[in-house]
């Protein structure tokens, strides 16, 4: 029955692409134009921080030069599903400010198999980077929030969206480069109940990771509050 009333709701409401509008033969968010001026991230990468690398013949375990370098990274694992480019940015942006909300959806899809190496080390806790509440009210809902519920149908853990919080106001990142970009986020966040958060394995979810200083400002508080481990998934970064 689910079935003939989703069929009769097609003829009227076809699947159409996030990204351009053009009706789909099935669900699967994007059409295929769409879709191939997108650059997903695939192996080889640097198996801890998640860094595409270039013409790298595949090897096993291969870690990047800034890893090895950074021996006191916060996060297990990083990794996210694509490179921040003008395609990725657009539906990202259409998530984050125009309501584009449906775009959670497939984005989840892809943080699914992005993912594939922190479900496999062993997960408890998605947490969405939180938003000020200002922000929040303004905006009407947290994008990474909309992400972690969507990847919880698909991954089946558990999403806590109250235990971490952003108490500070901080101002968009997007106008800061690099060591202004910790300044203006440094201590922002704080995990209001640590009994909750204590000897967790965490995954921190965000829609883009640009230096990694909002998430790595969660990451301190998490750790504070006993977190066993911290892992990262967004759905694109800047390389
Ligand atoms: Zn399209
Ligand atoms: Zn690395």
């Not at 890893?67 to 990202?92: G, M, N, T, V």
């Not at 408890?124 to 303004?138: A, C, E, G, N």
Request: hydrophobic share 40%; charged share 30%; with cysteine.
């Amino acid at each position: 029955m689910k079935e003939i009333i989703k069929n009769i709701l097609k003829l009227f409401l076809p699947p159409r692409c996030i990204k351009c509008g053009t009706v789909l033969g099935d669900d699967d968010g994007l059409c295929p134009e769409c879709f191939n001026n997108l650059n997903f991230i695939s192996e080889p990468y640097c198996q801890k921080c998640g860094r595409p690398f270039e013409e790298i013949k595949k090897q096993k375990k291969l870690i990047c030069g800034k890893c090895l370098k950074e021996k006191q990274s916060p996060f297990r694992l990083s990794r996210s599903a694509l490179i921040y480019d003008d395609a990725s940015k657009d539906l990202i942006l259409a998530l984050k400010f125009m309501d584009k909300t449906e775009n959670a959806k497939v984005m989840a899809k892809w943080l699914h198999i992005a993912g594939k190496d922190i479900w496999q080390e062993g997960v408890d806790v998605l947490i969405p980077v939180p938003l000020h509440y200002t922000r929040l009210l303004k905006r009407k809902y947290n994008q990474s929030a909309l992400l972690s519920l969507e990847l919880n149908k698909l991954i089946k853990k558990e999403v806590d969206l109250s235990s971490l919080v952003k108490h500070k106001k901080t101002k968009p990142q997007v106008q800061f480069s690099g060591k202004e970009r910790i300044k203006n986020v440094k201590d922002a966040f704080m995990v209001k109940n640590p009994e909750s958060i204590k000897g967790k394995r965490v995954v921190l979810i965000d829609d883009v990771m640009t230096t990694g200083s909002t998430l790595k400002e969660c990451a301190k508080a998490l750790k504070k509050a006993g977190a066993k481990s911290i892992d990262t998934l967004t759905v694109a970064r800047v390389i």
